[in-house]
C-alpha cells in the first residue's frame, strides 16, 4: 500500500456539509482567545493563491467601539437590501427557506455590534489597472476566498461559527479609515466570528447535481 495520508471521510464529509452561515445561533456572550483565531487564520494560510503571492492580509475587530461603528455601517448597508428582499421572496412560491435566511439576517444587521470578533479578509489590488476585466478579478477572488472558506471551516471544527457578508462595503472607505487599512487593499467580506449556540448543524436544502451540472458543454 502507497503511504499517504487518510482521512476519515465521514468527518471530512460533515464537516464540509455542515458548516453553515451562522447567525441567530452565534453566542454573543461567550469571548473568544485570540489564540483560536490565530490558530484557524494560521490554517487558512495553506489555502492555494494565485501565482503563489498570498497578497492578503486580516483585519481581526475586538475593540467594542470599532465593533460598534463596523456594526453600523453593516445595518446601514444592509437594511434596505434586506427590506427589498423580504418583499421580493414573499412573492416567491415556497419560499420558506428564503424567508428565513433573509430574517436571520436582519437579525445580524441588529446585532452585529454585538458579535465578539469581527474579521476582514483583505486583498492586494495595488498591481491591478483601473477597470481592470472580469478575468482579472475572478483572479483576485481566487486568490482569497480559498483562504476565507478554509478559515471558517477551521472555526467550525473548533465549536465556532461564522457568515460570510459583505454589505458594509457600501462604506467600505468608511471601515478603512476607521481600522488604518491601505488604499492598495481592498476588503472582501466581514465576517462575525463567535462560538455557537450548539454544533449540531445539517445539511441544507440544495438543487441536485443533476439540475447544476454539465457534462462536457453546456
Known sequence: MDDMTVFDLSVTDDLLSTTRAVRKRLDLERAVPASVINDCLDLSQQAPTGSNKQGW???????ADKR?????????GAIAYLNQAEKDAAQIDDAGQTSRVIDS???LADKMKDVPVLVIPCINVGHMADNPPRAAWAGVMGSIMPAVWSFQLALRARGLGSVLTTLHLAHEK???ELLGI???FMQVALLPVA????TDFKRAKRPPISE???????
Not at 492580509?57 to 475593540?63: E, G, K, P, S, Y
Not at 462560538?195 to 450548539?198: E, F, L, S
Open 174 to 176: 468608511e471601515a478603512s
Open 105 to 107: 439576517a436582519l437579525y
Open 195 to 198: 462560538y455557537t449556540k450548539g
Open 212 to 218: 447544476i451540472t454539465h457534462w462536457e458543454q453546456w
Open 182 to 184: 491601505p488604499d492598495d
Open 57 to 63: 492580509a486580516w483585519v481581526v475587530v475586538t475593540d
Open 68 to 76: 460598534a461603528a463596523l456594526g453600523d455601517m453593516y445595518h446601514r
